[in-house]
């Protein structure tokens, strides 16, 4: 298959290498940013300046890797463009103020659009969901934490989230994995949250950030279970489970130790089925595991479990299109994923 890539950023790097895996052609590329068009060309790829003449090229599919803040324009230029396109657009689809327009926009629009919300493809989800349901739990508690230190990250000058905080790096992830276990556990009552500021010692002294370190949200769910959204910037790790990771509660501070788990609990039983996902230690990259367990002992130890979230969501696109499959994430599902992380903010 032939697509043209809208933006030329940190993403479309990983769609590039996951496309290609899956023999998709990148027949050009359109960036606003003139660096990027450069670049684009010093890496052998055509750049376009305007989607007319990229249309003309005839893509099986477009591929938008922008910032957030254009993916409503985008569909629209493309909608008007190329009316049965087939689109594959990174998450979230749009921000929350965006979400009517948007859906003006696509009203019977016959084209196909799949969402990139990756953890939508994880194996390590739906494992976690199938062995629930196998071993027919009763969930009272649900806990997905996703714990990373990213001091040094900070250090040299990444992006901070001053709208969402901490929770505006992995929370739709996390939000994603909830809703994957199903609609039960969409919020009925949500209790405050927990933020926590981020001290970082730099070369002139310490340096507070404000709600950057961590932020825990609880809420009832529909089916009356707890969930819990847990993630630390510092790498605070706040909810253990034995298994991959022998015990620590401080992540260290390198590019390659994470903590992302989904748990689900079921008291009455005395039972847990837990998720790791990668990277985990002992595994490759792109394997996560999962752990259930019985009054606190382990019964059950699966793995490797594939899991390139990333490379299994563009195969699915891929293979949507060329209807092998359903569509891994549709419009109406990235919608819902961006509402409840809108209901989660404050
Ligand atoms: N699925 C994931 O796990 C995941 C991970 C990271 C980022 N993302 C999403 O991917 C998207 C891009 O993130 P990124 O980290 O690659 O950003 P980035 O800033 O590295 O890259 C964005 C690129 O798009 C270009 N661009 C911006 N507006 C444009 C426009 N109107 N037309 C053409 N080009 C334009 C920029 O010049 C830049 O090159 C975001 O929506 C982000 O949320 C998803």
Request: with cysteine; proline share 4%; charged share 25%.
């Amino acid at each position: 298959m032939k697509c043209i890539r809208i933006g030329y950023g940190h993403v479309a790097e990983w769609h590039e290498k996951k496309l290609t895996e899956e023999d998709v052609t990148t027949i050009g590329v359109i960036d606003i940013d003139e660096n990027k068009r450069k670049l684009a060309l010093e890496a052998g790829f055509q750049v376009f300046s305007s989607y007319e003449e990229a249309f003309k090229l005839k893509p099986d599919f477009w591929d938008i890797c922008v910032s957030t803040d254009f993916h409503l324009d985008i569909l629209q230029t493309i909608r008007s463009l190329d009316f049965h396109a087939n689109i594959i657009v990174e998450k979230p689809i749009c921000h929350f103020f965006q979400i009517n327009t948007l859906k003006k926009v696509l009203e019977n629009f016959p084209g196909k659009i799949v969402v990139n919300e990756n953890y939508v493809s994880s194996n390590v989800t739906k494992n976690v969901r199938e062995i629930s349901t196998s071993l027919n739990l009763k969930p009272t508690r649900i806990i997905s934490e996703m714990s990373k230190n990213r001091t040094a990250d900070i250090r040299k000058g990444r992006f901070l989230d001053q709208e969402f905080f901490a929770f505006g790096y992995e929370g739709s992830h996390m939000i994603t994995n909830i809703l994957e276990l199903g609609e039960e556990y969409f919020p009925a009552e949500i209790k405050n949250p927990h933020y926590g500021d981020m001290h970082i010692t730099m070369p002139n002294g310490k340096i507070c950030l404000p709600k950057q370190g961590r932020v825990e949200k609880k809420y009832i769910s529909k089916s009356g279970a707890e969930v819990i959204l847990y993630t630390s910037m510092a790498g605070d790790i706040k909810y253990y489970y034995p298994g991959p990771f022998s015990f620590f509660d401080k992540i260290v501070e390198d590019n390659n130790t994470r903590y992302r788990i989904l748990a689900v609990e079921d008291e009455k039983k005395c039972m847990a089925v837990v998720g790791f996902y990668e990277p985990v230690p002992g595994l490759n990259r792109g394997e996560g595991t999962v752990v259930v367990f019985e009054k606190g002992d382990i019964k059950e130890y699966i793995a490797p479990i594939y899991d390139d979230t990333m490379g299994l969501s563009l195969k699915n696109a891929i293979h949507y299109f060329l209807e092998k499959r359903d569509n891994p994430c549709t419009v109406d599902m990235a919608i819902e994923i961006v509402e409840l992380f809108h209901l989660l903010k404050r």
